[in-house]
């Protein structure tokens, strides 16, 4: 069973606490594991992440609406969090898997934390879900400064990294697929004073980099609440 | 402003009417246009489908789950839901979009009819948007027949064409792009008998035609009320 204290971290309680208990066991470790939980949970954030940036951008278009989302939603974002909430130390994990490390596995861990707020949705709907978003979320809502808004994700990290005398990021490519007219461009966006690399995938290399940037700016603005210059 | 006939239609009493007006009008037509509010409602959508997916089809793996909501959030399914409203009639168009046929493009209704959700959404939260969208698609839902859970939409679609003496479908590979590890199958399911051809795109060929085939099942589904052998 989950600890309470983890329960309390959650910060839901459960109607039907085995809906937790479904949402915590990985497929190598019972018949009733988390993924139709999962596949509602991701819906789930989408759709209160998408909430969300519409009202902290009314001036955005779409396309910056969405590179914002991604940034919030993404594997590297759910595994931080996740680790935030020690859930490592709760998911049910097969055998093979606890030997190779499975409980610190980003994508383990971002699939059973969506698989949670797929429990709390089903548990007692939408809003107690978004209010349990919206508290482990805190901090990544509080840093959608409305100050950045309408600069591009580029613009943004280059202005955080300027402010803090950090050397401006490198874009690489890391790969091409697909024929010429249906291109998809991989980049990777490398902060090496930060040991920091994202990557972004897009259908223009433009759209690639803001993606891969985005991460960034996620990452380095999560990891940091002091002033400039420290 | 859009029609009160339109209004009854969608089925929600807008506090703020100006955000159904917003969700009407094509970014051709004005710069207060719907592509926000779309983005809003492509997730809200999504959440809702999910959550009636899981519920429908308590048996079902994930990628059943998926390939079921593929087959209801598609650009077919919402024009022809949109062509259901009318609502091409109360789409706000630049003249050049009038003149090129705008008011009856999949996608321009695919989005416009997306907007509204959003709309509902944030004028009155997710329960109102809720069931704005089940009332739209209450004849889908219904054919989300419990009867053919865990059967795969290829056999599904089989088994109700062959009720009706109808043809089986083909299944055509129309495109693969990418490179040898992370190719792209792109599958046409054609059944002439019925003038359908759907598409889908997986990784696999089979991922491919499974989403070809629930499009087409659910075209089929959607299009007759009446019982197999007529």
Same mark, same amino acid.
């Given at each position: 069973?989950?600890?309470?204290?983890?329960?309390?971290?959650v910060?839901h309680a459960f109607?039907?606490?085995?809906?937790?208990?479904?949402?915590?066991?990985?497929?190598?470790h019972?018949?009733?594991h988390n993924e139709r939980l999962?596949?509602?949970?991701?819906?789930?954030?989408?759709?209160?992440?998408a909430?969300?940036?519409?009202?902290?951008?009314?001036?955005s278009p779409?396309?910056e609406?969405?590179?914002?989302?991604?940034s919030l939603? @993404?594997?590297d974002?759910?595994?931080?969090? !996740?680790?935030g909430l020690?859930? +490592?130390? #709760?998911?049910l994990?097969?055998?093979g $898997?606890?030997?190779?490390?499975?409980?610190d596995r980003p994508?383990?861990?971002? @699939?059973?934390?969506?698989?949670?707020?797929? !429990?709390?949705f089903i548990d007692? +709907?939408? #809003?107690a879900?978004r209010?349990v978003? $919206?508290?482990i979320y805190?901090t990544e809502?509080?840093n959608?400064d409305p100050?950045?808004?309408?600069?591009?994700?580029?613009?943004r990290?280059?202005e955080?990294?300027?402010a803090r005398?950090?050397?401006?990021?490198e874009?690489?490519?890391t790969?091409i697929?697909g024929?010429?007219?249906?291109?998809t461009f991989?980049?990777?966006c490398?902060?090496?004073?930060?040991?920091?690399?994202t990557t972004?995938?897009g259908?223009?290399?433009?759209?690639?980099e803001?993606i891969?940037?985005?991460l960034?700016?996620?990452?380095v603005a999560?990891a940091s609440?002091g002033?400039p210059g420290?």
């Amino acid at each position: 069973m989950p600890s309470p204290a983890f329960v309390d971290r959650v910060g839901h309680a459960f109607r039907r606490p085995e809906l937790l208990l479904q949402a915590l066991t990985h497929r190598s470790h019972g018949a009733t594991h988390n993924e139709r939980l999962e596949f509602v949970g991701d819906a789930v954030l989408n759709c209160v992440v998408a909430a969300v940036v519409f009202e902290r951008f009314p001036d955005s278009p779409e396309g910056e609406l969405s590179l914002v989302r991604a940034s919030l939603v @993404n594997r590297d974002t759910l595994a931080r969090l !996740a680790r935030g909430l020690a859930l +490592g130390a #709760e998911v049910l994990l097969g055998s093979g $898997e606890v030997r190779s490390g499975g409980d610190d596995r980003p994508s383990i861990l971002e @699939n059973t934390l969506e698989a949670i707020f797929g !429990a709390v949705f089903i548990d007692a +709907g939408f #809003e107690a879900s978004r209010i349990v978003i $919206e508290r482990i979320y805190a901090t990544e809502f509080a840093n959608l400064d409305p100050a950045t808004q309408g600069k591009d994700p580029k613009t943004r990290l280059q202005e955080w990294l300027q402010a803090r005398r950090i050397a401006v990021p490198e874009y690489v490519v890391t790969g091409i697929v697909g024929e010429a007219h249906a291109q998809t461009f991989t980049i990777e966006c490398r902060i090496p004073a930060l040991a920091i690399a994202t990557t972004g995938t897009g259908t223009s290399r433009r759209a690639a980099e803001q993606i891969a940037a985005a991460l960034a700016y996620s990452r380095v603005a999560a990891a940091s609440s002091g002033a400039p210059g420290g």
